[in-house]
């Protein structure tokens, strides 16, 4: 039985194939709509969620199955003391499969120790957040046309954003990426990121603190709100929460070909003018999100 927990736990080979499969279900989508008929997913977030729990839901039912589920922990056991540990095992009674948002990092890697279904992190704290990462990767193959030689620049808090910590370390695998990483000296990224990843692998990147002095090189801007739930104390937050706006006129120097990418949801870091532009890709990138957690559900129930 598989899971997705980290987002290396799918190799280069599997996330092509898993794109591919994406790609396949936009264009057929009546070919898959009765694919998962008679199966259930549960998504079970501790953690609140617009985007990855309704386009979980939205990809089983896209695929003729069934979903069931809480989405904050207060409507669950857990308030009285349950561990993730028991909830996975009784919830793998009800569902063939396990989406699972939880505040604590390693959580959903605790909860498939024990799972008798596989489970897919939907996001463990300031940790990973996989599902986004193909998400991501999906979005950049269909901008882009290729997942390769490209300049990317992560901007606003790299330090608590989960989905650039998955996407970095995914994107390493991949030939000739340039990584700029655009942030203050506070929220940059983590030293196990910097380790792991970047020294590990010997892959070279910039960490700056100005966006203009950057845009105009990139291909690829990946913008992220200031995470507001994992500071310690308030006032930070208020300080370092409006350090970047993206807007009209900040584009001005960025190249006709780039691609702005945002997990969402958006704060104040990108004007809402900004939208019209054809160089913003967050819509489409959340509606490619539910395509590639349709591609995922099949793999993991091997369909
Ligand atoms: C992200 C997350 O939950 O980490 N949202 C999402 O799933 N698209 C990003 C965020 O909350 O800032």
């Known amino acids: 039985m598989r899971h997705l927990i980290d987002p290396m736990d799918l190799n280069v080979q599997e996330t092509k194939e898993l794109l591919a499969l994406a790609n396949d279900i936009i264009l057929h989508k009546d070919k898959y709509s009765e694919v998962c008929k008679g199966k259930k997913l549960a998504t079970l ?44 095992q009784v919830v793998g009674c009800y569902a063939d499969i396990i989406a699972m948002r939880h505040p604590k990092e390693g959580a959903p890697l605790l909860a498939s120790l024990k799972s008798p279904v596989p489970i897919i992190n939907a996001g463990d704290g300031g940790h990973y957040h996989p599902t986004q990462t193909l998400t991501d990767l999906l979005t950049i193959q269909r901008e882009k046309g290729r ?115 945002h997990p969402l949801p958006r704060v104040n870091e990108i004007s809402t003018k900004v939208d019209d532009d054809p160089r913003a890709c967050y819509f489409r990138q959340a509606l490619n999100g539910k395509y590639v957690r349709m591609a995922l559900i099949m793999k993991l129930l091997e369909l």
């Open 147 to 261: 997942l390769e030689d490209f300049t990317i620049g992560f901007c606003g808090d790299l330090k608590f954003g989960r989905t650039v910590h998955s996407l970095i370390k995914a994107l390493s695998r991949y030939p000739n990426i340039r990584y700029i990483l655009i942030s203050p000296k506070e929220l940059q990224v983590p030293d196990y990121i910097r380790t792991e990843v970047f020294e590990n692998k010997h892959i070279s990147y910039r960490q700056v603190e100005s966006m203009d002095e950057v845009i105009g090189e990139l291909d690829v801007l990946y913008m992220t709100r200031v995470q507001r739930e994992r500071f310690f104390n308030e006032a930070d937050y208020i300080r370092l929460k409006d350090t970047y706006i993206l807007d009209t006129d900040k584009l001005k120097k960025a190249k006709q070909e780039l691609s702005i990418l």
């Open 45 to 88: 977030f501790f953690e609140p969620s617009t985007r990855t729990r309704l386009s979980f839901e939205a990809a089983m039912m896209e695929l003729g199955g069934n979903v069931l589920g809480f989405s904050s922990a207060d409507s669950s056991s857990a308030t009285k003391g349950e561990s993730v540990h028991d909830t996975v």
